[in-house]
Each structure stands twice: as structure tokens, then as C-alpha cells.
């Protein structure tokens, strides 16, 4: 995986307990039981899956196909794909979801798309925005990349408050965009690029400080 710009990669956020890893292969069990446990959260907004029932596709023998795709994408350096974990009071690390920056293009464009997803019984305590906001500013710094964009269906209002929150810029609206829950779905656009960051310190600090949450050396 040398020679690859940003990747491997471990990102950590010591306020939040939040980290950034690559995919193990002793992750299987652990990934599993999360997915499964979330079926009914994540579902709705994924992209069609080939047929088969949630429990099996999200089984650990599934996940070692998904841990090859990922580990063969990001060799190539087309992408950066990042399991989400976070840190539990009794100090255990615990995968609770995924970051991958994903379709990267370099050369003029130096662009990627990113897509995220989390455990349910730890949405809303900013874990993924912190995730996200930690990709982001690798990817702008060690991967050498300009623009992260973000597209999210209109409905899923959890995932758009994410980028929200974090100021990515709202520009397109992109009809019938990918296929998710038997039929094309549309899809707003959001993009940030490194010039939106000029002066903040990064993304990671503009939401410390937004949180109010004094950076520590």
C-alpha cells in the first residue's frame, strides 16, 4: 500500500474519543453485529444491494468480500475507506461505523466523494460529523485532494444536517442519481473545497469550535 498519497492512515480525535482506522480482518464480528443491529436505520438509504436478506449480506463471511473490495480500492489509490470507532468511557475501542472517501480522481480534478454511515445508539453525540471532519482534513492535507463531495437523498434529514453542520455548501440537485430501495432516487449535492478552510485551522477545528471544545496539543 506504499506510494499511495494519504493511505494507510490512523486519525484520531483525542476531545471526542473518535478514530479513524483501516478495516481489519479481525473486524468481521464486530462490523457484522453492527449492521445487522441497524438494519432498519441504515436500509432506507443505502444503494440497492445484490438480493439476499440483510442478516446475510452484513454477515462476517459478507464482510470479508467488502474488507477485500476496500482494501483492493484503496491500494489503488482509489480510495480511502476508514472504520469509525469510538472510544468508551471503561476505555474500549468500539466500530461503530464507516467513513470512506471514495471515487477519487487526482491530476486537475483532485476531487472525492464521501460517504458515511454510524450506529444508531450513538447517532447524535457528533461522532459522525467528528469523523467525517477528521477525513476531510486528511484528505485535504496528506491525500492532496481539493474537493470532498457529499450527495445525500432530500428525506434523509440525520445525513444532511451532517454536512450541515460542518459547512459543506449545498449546489446541485441531481435528479433519479443512484438506485436505493428498488428504485432511482434523487439526491442533493454538497461539496467543500480546500479554499472554504483558508484560515480555520481545518475542518476538525472549525467544529471544535463550533462545539465549543478548546483544542488540546
Known amino acids: 500500500m506504499l506510494g499511495v498519497p ?5 486519525l484520531h480525535d483525542a476531545q471526542s ?17 453492527v449492521r445487522r443491529a441497524n438494519e ?22 459478507s464482510f470479508r468480500l467488502v474488507y477485500k473490495e476496500l482494501r ?6 482509489h480510495a480511502m475507506p476508514f472504520a469509525v470507532c469510538l472510544r468508551t468511557p471503561d476505555n474500549v475501542e468500539r466500530l461503530v461505523g464507516q467513513v470512506t472517501l471514495g471515487n477519487i480522481v487526482r491530476r486537475a480534478f483532485c476531487s ?30 496528506q491525500g492532496g485532494l481539493h474537493r470532498i463531495e457529499v450527495n445525500i437523498r432530500p428525506e434523509n434529514a440525520a445525513s444532511r444536517r451532517v454536512v450541515e453542520k460542518l459547512g ?9 442519481y443512484l438506485h436505493i430501495a428498488g428504485a432511482w432516487r434523487d439526491h442533493v449535492g454538497y461539496a467543500l473545497t480546500t479554499e472554504d478552510l483558508a484560515g480555520e485551522g481545518g475542518l476538525l477545528a472549525r467544529w471544535h469550535q463550533q462545539r465549543g471544545i478548546r483544542r488540546t496539543a
Open 6 to 10: 494519504g493511505w494507510p492512515a490512523e
Open 112 to 141: 472525492a466523494y464521501a460517504g458515511y454511515w454510524v450506529d444508531a445508539r450513538v447517532a447524535g453525540r457528533g461522532v459522525i460529523p467528528t469523523a467525517l471532519a477528521l477525513a476531510v482534513d486528511h484528505a485535504f492535507d
Open 72 to 77: 483492493r480500492a484503496a491500494r489503488a489509490g
Open 17 to 33: 474519543g473518535v478514530s479513524l482506522r483501516p478495516y481489519r480482518r479481525s473486524d468481521a464480528t464486530a462490523w457484522s453485529q
Open 40 to 61: 432498519e436505520w441504515l436500509a432506507p438509504w443505502e444503494p440497492t444491494p445484490p438480493g439476499g436478506a440483510w442478516a446475510d449480506l452484513n454477515s462476517p463471511a
Open 168 to 176: 459543506f455548501r449545498e449546489e446541485a440537485y441531481h435528479q433519479k
